[in-house]
């Protein structure tokens, strides 16, 4: 235990309070091998399911393929780069029977990419970039990942309707937060520079937990993490707590006493991390070797790691069955079963950022000004195209994807859009928005010293 004064917060005239894990419960937490166990993730499988190099040979600007939402090739696809600019031109190719395209020398500009084939649909325009000197003098790896051809999902965004006005509260912190992470509690964990602290609905007050420099938190929840109990009843829980320190990271477990059940190193610096009830963890990072995704067990013990491409280590959720949604970037969304097998791969039209699993047993998929619904077998089942890219995305217990749209939120539910202004101007600088799991958004300001808890309008489960 740290041996330190506590740090007493003043109580909030609105309710809110701020509970902090136990004092000393990071105590002792480094990174690096020599307090940590050591773990060598040199046998971890590829992941990389789109066929094809993984490099483009020389010469070749831009290069990708063309597949269905359950990773198929399109043969004979229509690939078009349209002109975006007066100063550039475009330019057309097929896809071969592996559904491969490329183009070469191109031009430095930014082009729209269309992907069509007759009876099967199309997708696009994709805004891709390409930056003097790729494809002249050293090969260009971007993949550009076309799906959802041959699919109708309904298409949403054409009509917005009008919704209840969402009202909140506001909380104002002594100190500046990272990053919000939901605590499985109907709470936030708050991580900052200087440690963890639990921010919860009761009005309460206690120490901040000191994290030592130069470990830095990245991701951390309450175990079990989707036991909804809160309040003075609510037992303890241990915490799990992945930080960084350059290239390299350690994920942790630490008793509500304070101490530290075990450490495990990790080869890359960690980005996410979900957990569930039964205790085993997946981790998700990046390094300099590549990016990870790993299920460690509930004692600290890796049992199954996948290689995965650069930019794929993003955001992970676990569904109420356990098993694990991965957003991949380019390598589209990825559902693993809960001993860790990858249970199904799944193309969008865009990079995905976030997956959002639902009550049902599917998801969401968000990324850049698209959102796509999937049912229970990965089928895409409702579309949005926004015009701007979708921002902040959060979901409710009904299953219903939030985002921000200026100083107001937007409903999607699958079916129908709605449009919620806000009592204040909350989302305004959003640069967070977490849900808690059921039916509040947490909003972190710009200034990240000031909180504010939404209450939506929804008959949340």
């Known amino acids: 235990m740290i ?28 990174t690096g091998s020599d307090s940590c166990a050591a773990w060598d993730a040199g046998k971890a499988s590829r992941l990389d399911w789109l066929p094809g190099p993984a490099e483009a040979p020389p010469g070749i600007s831009l290069y990708g393929h063309a597949v269905t939402s359950t990773g198929r090739p ?43 084939r007759s009876g ?72 900052t520079g200087q440690g963890v602290m639990r921010l919860s609905p009761e009005r309460q007050s206690a120490p901040l937990v000191p994290l030592a420099p130069p470990v830095f938190p990245r991701a951390a929840t309450l175990v079990p993490g989707v036991a909804l109990l809160g309040g003075p009843g609510a037992p303890p829980a241990d915490l799990l707590l992945a930080t960084s320190a350059g290239p390299h990271g350690e994920l942790s ?67 109420k069955g356990g098993a694990a949604w991965l957003a991949a970037g380019t390598q589209g969304a990825i559902q693993f079963a809960p001993g860790g097998a990858v249970k199904r791969k799944i193309a969008l ?36 195209t926004w015009g701007t890219p979708i921002d902040r995305p959060a979901i409710d217990g009904d299953g219903a994807l939030w985002f921000r749209d200026g100083a107001a939120l937007v409903r999607a539910d699958g079916a129908a859009l709605t449009r919620h202004p ?8 959003a640069v967070d928005m977490v849900s808690e799991g059921r039916r509040q958004l947490w909003v972190l300001a710009a200034d990240r010293r000031t909180v504010s808890i939404l209450d939506l309008p929804c008959d949340c489960h």
Not at 359 to 375: C, E, F, K, N, S
């Open 74 to 116: 399109v043969a004979g696809a229509e690939v078009e780069l349209q002109a975006l600019s007066p100063e550039t031109t475009g330019a057309r190719t097929k896809t071969d029977s592996a559904g491969r395209y490329a183009f070469k020398a191109l031009p430095p500009a930014v082009y729209g990419l269309v992907v069509s």
């Open 120 to 191: 099967q649909g199309s997708v696009g325009p994709i805004p891709v970039r390409v930056f003097p000197g790729m494809g002249y003098d050293r090969p260009q790896p971007l993949q550009v990942l076309v799906g959802g051809l041959g699919e109708r999902p309904r298409p949403l965004g054409k009509a917005v309707g009008a919704g209840p006005t969402v009202y909140g509260r506001t909380l104002r912190l002594p100190f500046t937060i990272r990053r919000l992470a939901p605590d499985g509690r109907l709470g936030m964990l708050a991580l």
């Open 3 to 30: 041996d330190q004064p506590p740090r007493i917060f003043p109580r909030n005239a609105l309710g809110i309070g701020l509970l902090a894990c136990a004092a000393g419960l990071l105590s002792g937490a480094r």
């Open 253 to 319: 477990r630490h008793a509500p006493g304070g101490a530290r059940t075990w450490c495990l190193g990790l080869p890359v610096s960690p980005a996410d991390l979900a957990v569930s009830p039964a205790g085993p963890t997946w981790i998700v990072g990046t390094g300099n070797l590549g990016d990870l995704a790993a299920l460690i067990s509930g004692a600290g013990k890796p049992r199954i790691a996948y290689q995965l491409p650069p930019g794929s280590a993003g955001r992970v959720a676990l569904d």
């Open 422 to 429: 806000i009592q204040g101007d909350a989302v305004k600088d």
């Open 349 to 384: 039209p865009t990079p995905v950022q976030r997956v959002f699993p639902t009550p049902d047993g599917g998801a969401w998929a968000t990324g850049g000004p698209i959102a796509t619904r999937l049912d229970a077998s990965g089928r895409a089942t409702a579309r949005l």
